[in-house]
């Protein structure tokens, strides 16, 4: 089974965020913004912990979903990285700033380098879902770590 690599290396704590890094089989792809990493999870506020993941697709049709499918005519299912210890419907997703996150992974570019937020985001995520959906669908395994 041919396995995609997502990388994500977290690397600037700004305000209330944590930007990173991503990269796809070892090719920077874009920036990443989550939530603080911190002692005590605080729901929806907290980033989880590194650790190796699997990627996958949640069929269900939550209302996320159905905005999602409604906006995006290649979109089916979301993204989540799985089985992450204490945390529940990790996606990867659209966002600009750390109140969008809800303990997910955003995707975009931090361009001003003085603030928690990062721009087009709706490009990379679109190009980002069209790499791993296509993967998924062909029989791939993904690993987010």
């Known amino acids: 089974m041919n396995t995609m690599l997502i990388t ?4 600037t704590e700004i305000g ?3 930007i990173g890094d991503l990269y796809i089989d070892g090719t920077y792809f874009c920036n990443t913004l989550e939530d603080l990493p911190r002692e005590v999870k605080i729901d929806g506020k907290t980033c989880f912990s590194a ?5 996958g697709f949640r069929e269900v049709l939550s209302r996320m979903t159905k905005r999602y499918q409604k906006k995006y005519p290649w979109f089916t299912w979301h993204l989540e990285i799985k089985d992450i210890p204490n945390f529940l419907y990790v996606y990867l ?5 750390a109140v969008n996150t809800d303990g997910c992974v955003l995707l975009g570019q931090w361009l ?8 087009n985001s709706r490009a990379c995520f ?3 879902y069209l790499m791993v959906s296509d993967h998924l669908k062909d029989g791939g395994k993904v690993v987010y770590t």
């Open 16 to 18: 209330d965020a944590c």
């Open 51 to 55: 650790g190796e993941y699997e990627v």
């Open 126 to 128: 679109t190009k980002l």
């Open 112 to 119: 001003d380098k003085k603030k928690p937020f990062i721009s």
């Open 93 to 97: 997703h659209i966002g600009n700033k």
């Open 8 to 11: 994500c290396n977290r690397h």
